[in-house]
């Protein structure tokens, strides 16, 4: 939360005045309203304060994870971030109201720092929706995983949509999985995103656009409005929500993850609208 602005990571000093003042802005207001928190209350927890080696590598083992519980009887989980900039973008959360599936989500609330969890886990918390939770271990993933054995078992039509572009084994999953006839859809912010149009994230970019060209079976979307939700639906059965942006880096650099995964036919079938539509 200290190097990013407005959802942009700086990892060197800006050459731009403008930039440098306006972020210097953002981060003091957020330390007024942390303080004001503070004196009405509040108790705020910091997650994986940064070491020397961190502070330089900021998303190594990073909490990426979104969750917001109202007097433990409402829950809601996706992909939002709670700041302005975010409002501006396509994105999604699911709300919770069972008892059950709350319960467990306030727990998982706190377990952060020293109550981590030393490994990746899944929660089968009703008949239809599982929970899967990434503990920041490095190289390991339990919803990638998860992710790609969805995709091995599609066997009509793929639905990817997240901020990135799919790589990585996931990518590989997807290549395989139209050799079987699999219709894959990849819905993705604007072709301007400075991700597909700055290095290192645009090697990404031109890879998967030299695969789509050998691959009919694969249809990239790119939204007018730039896209912060990630799904993956398969053959209209089966959705994965959460904050995962199901990219292979994220994995190697061991971030904490929440995905909610549902079977149930109503839940699936708003996801699906909300990501054919939105």
């Not at 990073?62 to 994105?91: Q, S």
């Not at 149009?197 to 409005?225: D, G």
Request: hydrophobic share 40%.
């Amino acid at each position: 939360s200290e190097v990013f602005v407005k959802g942009d990571l700086s990892l060197l000093p800006s050459t731009s005045s403008t930039k440098r003042l306006r972020g210097k802005e953002l981060h003091e207001r957020s330390h007024k309203i942390e303080e004001n928190l503070r004196s009405q209350g509040a108790t705020i927890i910091t997650t994986n304060k940064p070491n020397s080696l961190n502070r330089f590598l900021p998303m190594v083992r990073r909490n990426h994870t979104k969750l917001y519980i109202v007097d433990e009887a409402i829950a809601w989980m996706g992909g939002v971030n709670l700041f302005d900039a975010a409002f501006e973008k396509i994105d999604i959360m699911i709300r919770f109201e069972e008892k059950k599936i709350v319960e467990n989500l306030v727990k998982q609330f706190f377990m952060v720092n020293q109550l981590r969890s030393p490994v990746d886990y899944k929660l089968q918390l009703t008949s239809t929706e599982n929970l899967f939770v990434d503990t920041g271990k490095i190289g390991s993933s339990i919803i990638y995983t998860e992710a790609m054995r969805k995709i091995d078992a599609a066997e009509k039509h793929i639905i990817f949509m997240s901020q990135f572009v799919p790589d990585g084994p996931l990518l590989q999953k997807l290549v395989k999985a139209t050799k079987r006839g699999v219709k894959v859809d990849v819905i993705t912010s604007p072709k301007k995103n400075s991700l597909f149009t700055t290095y290192p994230t645009r090697f990404t970019y031109l890879y998967f656009q030299y695969v789509l060209s050998k691959n009919p079976l694969i249809t990239l979307i790119h939204h007018e409005k730039s896209v912060h939700a990630k799904i993956i639906l398969v053959d209209g059965e089966c959705a994965m929500v959460g904050s995962h942006n199901y990219t292979y880096s994220g994995v190697i650099f061991g971030t904490e993850e929440m995905m909610m995964e549902t079977q149930d036919k109503n839940l699936v079938n708003k996801i699906e609208k909300f990501a054919s539509e939105s």
